[in-house]
Nanobody, 115 residues
Framework: QVQLRESGGGLVQPGGSLRLSCVVS????????MNWYRQLPGKERESVAS???????TYRDSVKGRFTISRDNAKNTVYLQMNSLRPDDTGVYFC?????????WGPGTQVTVSS
């Protein structure tokens, strides 16, 4: 059974930082591309960052220079380090992967940026 479980969300002031983690089980993690998505209030889910099995990273423009995705294959975990957070980063953050045509999502973790 494939499971993705996010953690690390919470309430942070503008300009602050959070590190999200996603622990994955049930798949060949080291060979899997991993992604972070988010759903902002009233908007559709959007891609935030991705990291390939070989470590190639991509980011949406609005988070470049502020967010960093990384992975630890020994721990089956993908991370999202979020710095210089802004109120418009508020939303639910999801971990996502796809293998052999099947898609897998975590339940999400809430990130709230507010003073």
């Amino acid at each position: 059974q494939v499971q993705l479980r996010e953690s690390g969300g919470g309430l942070v002031q503008p300009g602050g930082s959070l590190r999200l983690s996603c622990v994955v089980s049930g798949i060949n993690f080291s060979g899997a591309p991993m992604n972070w998505y988010r759903q902002l209030p009233g908007k559709e889910r959007e891609s935030v960052a991705s990291i390939m099995s070989v470590g190639l990273e991509t980011y949406r423009d609005s988070v470049k220079g502020r967010f960093t995705i990384s992975r630890d294959n020994a721990k089956n975990t993908v991370y999202l380090q979020m710095n210089s957070l802004r109120p418009d980063d508020t939303g639910v953050y999801f971990c996502y992967t796809r293998q052999r045509g099947d898609e897998y999502w975590g339940p999400g973790t809430q990130v709230t940026v507010s003073s």
